[in-house]
T-cell receptor, first 115, second 113 residues
Framework: DTEVTQTPKHLVMGMTNKKSLKCEQH?????MYWYKQKAKKPPELMFV???????INESVPSRFSPECPNSSLLNLHLHALQPEDSALYLC??????????????FGPGTRLLVL | AQSVTQLGSHVSVSEGALVLLRCNYS??????LFWYVQYPNQGLQLLLK??????LVKGINGFEAEFKKSETSFHLTKPSAHMSDAAEYFC???????????FGKGTKLSVKP
């Protein structure tokens, strides 16, 4: 099973709301990733968790707050977002974060609209 | 630093025709290269990857790619396009340090009946 699941599929939120995105994998992977993808653009890496510890934060604004409660679950907490944050948010996982040959498996994404 | 360049943001072929999507890479270390496909409103799915060994890599859905070090290329091909191949295709290279992916800008493939 190479499935990464994400909920919700769609999310509409106001600029003062607090919401969370959820990502789950049961492949025993020890690395999990958050990407942001704007329309007609490639995914941009936001965060990397390795063994449940944040290993990479690509200078993401603090209104995005990641959390990795356990090795199977990854959350992205959203607060005070801006309309330009509207995008497809993709979660991915891989066996390890430190090996270049590792395949990243992507979830279907959460399409976020900030009004 | 690693990078990939995908030539052609949009490629259109007729059903049954050859598909050729171009990817050139720049890497200071032996590269690990990937092709992903993204169907509308979906996540990315791995088509194939090159790590070491055989330079002709076969993937899912009849796609294959050939690693050519002399040309720094990793072009994706499929002998006969199907309507269901219409999607966005991304070439990616590992960053050589922490296994992070660096994506090209993507090529949208359209298939005409």
């Amino acid at each position: 099973d190479t499935e990464v699941t994400q909920t919700p599929k769609h999310l509409v939120m106001g600029m003062t709301n607090k919401k969370s995105l959820k990502c789950e994998q049961h492949m025993g992977h020890r690395a999990m990733y958050w990407y942001k993808q704007k329309a007609k653009k490639p995914p941009e890496l936001m965060f990397v968790y390795s063994y449940e510890k944040l290993s990479i934060n690509e200078s993401v604004p603090s209104r995005f707050s990641p959390e990795c409660p356990n090795s199977s679950l990854l959350n992205l907490h959203l607060h005070a977002l801006q309309p330009e944050d509207s995008a497809l948010y993709l979660c991915a996982s891989s066996q390890f974060a430190s090996r270049d040959e590792e395949t990243q498996y992507f979830g279907p994404g959460t399409r976020l609209l900030v009004l | 630093a690693q990078s990939v360049t995908q030539l052609g943001s949009h490629v259109s072929v007729s059903e049954g025709a050859l598909v050729l999507l171009r990817c050139n890479y720049s890497s200071s270390v032996p590269p690990y290269l990937f092709w992903y496909v993204q169907y509308p409103n979906q996540g990315l799915q791995l088509l194939l990857k090159y790590t070491t060994g055989a330079t002709l890599v076969k993937g899912i859905n009849g796609f294959e790619a050939e690693f050519k070090k002399s040309e720094t290329s990793f072009h994706l091909t499929k002998p006969s396009a199907h309507m269901s191949d219409a999607a966005e295709y991304f070439c990616a290279v590992s960053d050589g340090s922490q296994g992070n992916l660096i994506f090209g800008k993507g090529t949208k493939l359209s298939v005409k009946p």
